[in-house]
């Protein structure tokens, strides 16, 4: 035995899908803010990764491949060894990461195993509910099922095979080695450090049960990729964005007609478990805490920060209920004496807030009010900021009834976050607010309780779990774009971290691949079961299954983020007709052009700034033209009136990077960020100043542009 535990880091990876064979590796710095070690560097962080380099950032033109199509986004995976008497605690103290070569303990490291399975089991699962989130759960309760046409018993093993794809688990060694999740390649897994194959295992893509199908880009007929690197490092590369929908007549295409929840259709998203083991030239062998790898939609602003990230969420649940940091909370109370790290805790609040403004719309006085928030300092005193302390944050629902509610809640401007919160019982407030944890460190920062730096800052792999969550999507959840409400849900982790797994780390259900190798399953009987049920007690500590993790989110993602660019509030206490964005940091919903930056012809206004336009625009996304039915309300602006339409234009979508990494040959400001890579042509909407603002529905701000 070794002296040493080892981890898989991140803990959650995130791949995202893209039409190119291509791909770009994950952020591995957070958006927004410094990236680590590159002191100097205006670039900030939450920029993809070049392949084949330690951390060189991507440039602008190369989101898309040589033939303009839109590259995928690659988890990468490390391997970090930690003395096993730091593992009860958070931070882990004296983290290093090991390769192939590496020695530890007087040992040599002469081959790591890798093992991943991914699957989609959204066409198998509960419809999603936006009316109780996870509180439809409760009780042993469960949404309506989804597909209700292909059986009404969730368990059955039948409905199960035609409705789960799942490619099986794939395994690897050595350096530079790859491996295909698709039906052509053998399914394989590790045991005692040798690569077993399994022919037998019972592969299913739609293709396979269904003959008539509707493929507006293509068959799925694959979930991605995995591969290792020069140092035995592994990269996984997720699906291609495909959306496939069966026919239950001779009818040429199949309708999409919500959001969130399609009947027939299936999508090339997925999630799985990622597992390795360590071997040694002494011979033995060391296994590893898993991670898990989440494939999900694209991101078309990388470095804009939410504020309400993934980590934030999950970091306010490990604190207050699974005892991450006792000296920061313990028993139900936070310390009086917590200082919480401005550099750390405190300023991407307000550098998220900032980054709004290159996103959505924000008139000139709101542009100057955003951008005196991110000059706010740690010198600074709170009381004479322009947040006054906090007489401008809204307060979160520290309850979990719907029906609790105060001003904070309800009311919209001038309290921030201006955006949409979760519009059920699981959040159940009108406008996006901090976490519990989040408003803490600003309370404590209001009182000039605070320190200006971390003095126990996150080890390399520890940051590697915060800054992949950081970049994704915390609430408002209504599903999400990158992960749902189940990053509350304690059951979903290890909750004995302190153990040696660490926090944020997903609990992995264990799989009965035997079964396959025996022959003791029936020959084409799905290996995956219905899988993990959330406020189940029967079922919930058994762990996760590949796809249990994404089977929560919408069918086809596609048809979700055309929707949600801005709505009314829900719930909507006041029948307000006012407008407000759900997702601008993930889902743009306004930009500025780096094209229209540069055009000596378009007006600019008293910041420098041209008008912006809709990222999501063109033809079939102009109020009053699209439809007899479109009434000209200016919530269908900056969508496609016809979802389908998404399902073959999301590859055409440009994306928001700093103008530091433009290379297009003209010359910007370092602070700006503008959309580069847009495909989208067209009858093109420009945006007049809305008054009143944000915006009501039907003013009539949405126009096209003339020129």
Request: glycine share 8%; proline share 8%.
């Amino acid at each position: 035995m070794t002296q040493s535990i080892f981890k898989i880091h991140p803990a959650i990876g995130i791949a995202r899908v893209g039409n190119s064979s291509e791909y770009y590796l994950a952020p591995e710095s957070i958006a927004a803010m410094p990236q680590p070690g590159k002191p100097g560097d205006p670039t900030t962080g939450g920029l993809p990764i070049r392949p084949g380099t330690e951390d060189t950032i991507i440039s602008s033109s190369e989101f898309r491949d040589s033939c303009g199509a839109f590259k995928r986004q690659a988890a990468r995976f490390r391997i970090f060894a930690y003395p096993t008497e730091d593992v009860d605690q958070y931070p882990a103290n004296n983290g290093a990461e090991i390769k192939i070569g590496s020695s530890i303990n007087g040992k040599k490291v002469v081959d790591i195993v890798w093992s991943v399975h991914l699957a989609n089991k959204k066409c198998s699962w509960f419809a999603n509910d936006d009316d109780h989130g996870a509180v439809a759960y409760d009780n042993g309760g469960t949404p309506t099922l989804r597909n209700l046409r292909e059986g009404l018993d969730p368990y059955n093993s039948a409905r199960l095979k035609k409705l789960i794809i799942d490619a099986g688990p794939r395994a690897l060694k050595g350096c530079d080695s790859k491996a295909s999740f698709c039906p052509a390649e053998q399914a394989s897994i590790e045991k005692d450090g040798e690569i077993i194959s399994l022919p037998d295992y019972p592969q299913s893509f739609p293709y396979m049960h269904f003959e008539q199908l509707d493929t507006p880009q293509g068959r799925i007929d694959s979930l991605g990729e995995m591969e290792t690197d020069s140092s035995g490092r592994l990269i996984v590369a997720g699906g291609y964005g495909k959306s496939n929908a069966w026919k239950l007549d001779a009818e040429d295409k199949v309708k999409i007609n919500n959001p969130v929840n399609n009947d027939q259709w299936f999508d090339d998203t997925s999630d799985g478990p990622v597992n390795a083991t360590v071997l040694f030239d002494d011979g033995t062998t060391e296994a590893v805490f898993g991670g898990w790898v989440v494939v999900t939609d694209p991101s078309y602003a990388p470095q804009t920060l939410n504020v309400v990230s993934l980590f934030d969420e999950a970091y306010d649940l490990f604190l207050r209920e699974l005892a991450l940091e006792p000296a920061v909370y313990h028993q139900g109370k936070f310390n009086p004496d917590y200082q919480p790290a401005f550099d750390d805790h405190i300023k991407p609040i307000f550098r998220a807030t900032a980054q709004q403004l290159w996103n959505a719309y924000l008139p000139g006085f709101a542009i100057d009010a955003h951008n005196s928030v991110d000059s706010i300092t740690a010198d600074d005193n709170p009381d004479e900021t322009i947040l006054a302390g906090l007489a401008y944050i809204r307060q979160p629902n520290a309850g979990k009834q719907a029906s609790w509610r105060s001003q904070s809640i309800d009311v919209g401007a001038p309290l921030m976050p201006l955006s949409l919160g979760d519009s059920s019982p699981a959040g159940g407030k009108p406008f996006l607010s901090p976490t519990v944890t989040q408003y803490h460190a600003l309370h404590c920062w209001s009182n000039h309780q605070y320190k200006k730096t971390n003095d126990n800052p996150l080890g390399a792999g520890e940051y590697l779990d915060r800054a992949t969550l950081q970049n994704c999507l915390g609430g408002r959840f209504s599903p999400g774009i990158d992960m749902t409400w189940v990053i509350r849900e304690p059951s979903m982790y290890v909750s004995n971290w302190q153990q040696g797994a660490g926090p944020f780390r997903i609990h992995h259900k264990s799989l009965d691949y035997t079964s396959v190798i025996d022959n003791s399953l029936s020959y084409g009987t799905p290996l995956l079961t219905l899988g993990w049920i959330p406020r189940h007690e029967d079922v919930e500590y058994l762990g996760l299954e590949p796809g249990d993790a994404t089977k929560f989110m919408a069918l086809p993602w596609h048809a979700d983020y055309n929707s949600c660019a801005i709505h009314q509030t829900s719930p909507n206490t006041q029948d307000s007709q006012t407008l407000y964005w759900s997702w601008p940091a993930q889902r743009p919903v306004t930009v500025y052009t780096a094209q229209d930056y540069q055009d000596q012809q378009i007006e600019k206004d008293r910041h420098g700034l041209p008008p912006q336009r809709y990222s999501v625009r063109g033809s079939g996304t102009v109020p009053r033209e699209n439809s007899p039915e479109d009434s000209g309300n200016l919530a269908n602006a900056g969508r496609f009136w016809e979802y389908r339409e998404m399902l073959e234009k999301w590859n055409d979508i440009g994306v928001i990077v700093q103008a530091t990494t433009i290379d297009d040959g003209a010359s910007y400001p370092d602070n700006v960020y503008l959309e580069v890579e847009s495909r989208l042509s067209g009858a093109t909407p420009n945006l007049k100043a809305p008054a009143p603002w944000p915006m009501v529905a039907g003013d009539k701000t949405a126009i096209k542009k003339t020129r």
